[in-house]
């Protein structure tokens, strides 16, 4: 099965900071997400990138995706303290479920 | 906006009770999935169905069967309880009508088997 890795496994930074996390996989895909989840919650949904897309944006997110290095960035700007969760890319999806990686936790520090 | 829910949030069960875990959701999704999620592991796909009385395996089926009678409810049962089913378990719903691989997650239901 695909599977997503994300990297770095922790990152704390300032609040107005911006914040970059990265996700490998190792086959190919059609889409890949990213989700987010608070301490002790389920998880939500952020972005989902096409294989045919390069770059996309929600809000304070940026997503890139280079299908020739197989791998995947979120950028968060101007980050606050409610940011603080841990994030995870996902491959995958339709009717065989997603695959996730282990996750990057993001503290924003005050 | 998408509602799925959870029975329970935190759930405490012995060795060897079954265990019966359920997942509704109100947007008439055809797709619904188990995980669970451990640390330093991720998220793991337990089974998944794609349809009423439909199921598949996930990655990590053993010790678990599940139970789609009804399209918009989901259950995962742990027919006897075992310290190694301690875990975070998270039930997603999707549609691939809606031209998406986009899934929409419960709280989760934490377990702890003692």
């Known amino acids: 099965s695909q599977q997503g890795e994300e990297d770095p496994q922790a990152l704390s930074i300032q609040e107005g900071e911006n914040a970059t996390m990265n996700c490998s996989y190792k086959?190919?895909?059609?889409?890949l997400q990213w989700y987010r989840q608070n301490s002790g919650r389920g998880l939500v949904h952020l972005i989902l990138?096409?294989?045919?897309?390069r770059e996309k944006h929600s809000g304070r997110l940026r997503v890139t995706l280079d299908t020739s290095k197989k791998s995947s960035s979120l950028l968060i700007t101007a980050s606050r303290a409610a940011d603080t969760a841990s994030y995870f890319c996902?491959?995958?999806?339709?009717?065989?479920?997603?695959?996730f990686g282990k996750g990057t936790h993001l503290i924003i520090q005050p | 906006d998408v509602k799925v829910t959870q029975s329970s949030r935190y759930l405490v069960k012995r060795t060897g009770e079954k265990v019966f875990l359920e997942c509704v959701q109100d947007?008439?999704?055809?797709?619904m999935f188990w995980y669970r999620q451990d640390p330093g592991l991720g998220l793991r796909l337990i089974y998944f169905?794609?349809?009423?009385?439909?199921?598949e395996k996930g990655d990590i089926p053993e010790g678990y069967s599940v139970s789609r009678e009804k399209k918009e409810r989901f259950s995962l049962i742990l027919e006897s309880a075992s310290t190694n089913q301690t875990s975070m378990y998270l039930c997603?719903?999707?549609?691939?009508?809606?031209?998406?691989?986009?899934?929409?997650f419960g709280p989760g239901t934490r377990l702890t088997v003692l």
């Open positions: 997603a719903s999707s549609s691939e009508l809606a031209g998406t691989d986009t899934q929409y």
């Open positions: 086959t190919s895909i059609n889409n």
């Open positions: 990138i096409r294989s045919n897309e």
């Open positions: 996902a491959t995958g999806g339709g009717a065989d479920g997603l695959t």
């Open positions: 947007m008439d999704h055809e797709n």
């Open positions: 169905s794609y349809d009423v009385k439909m199921k």
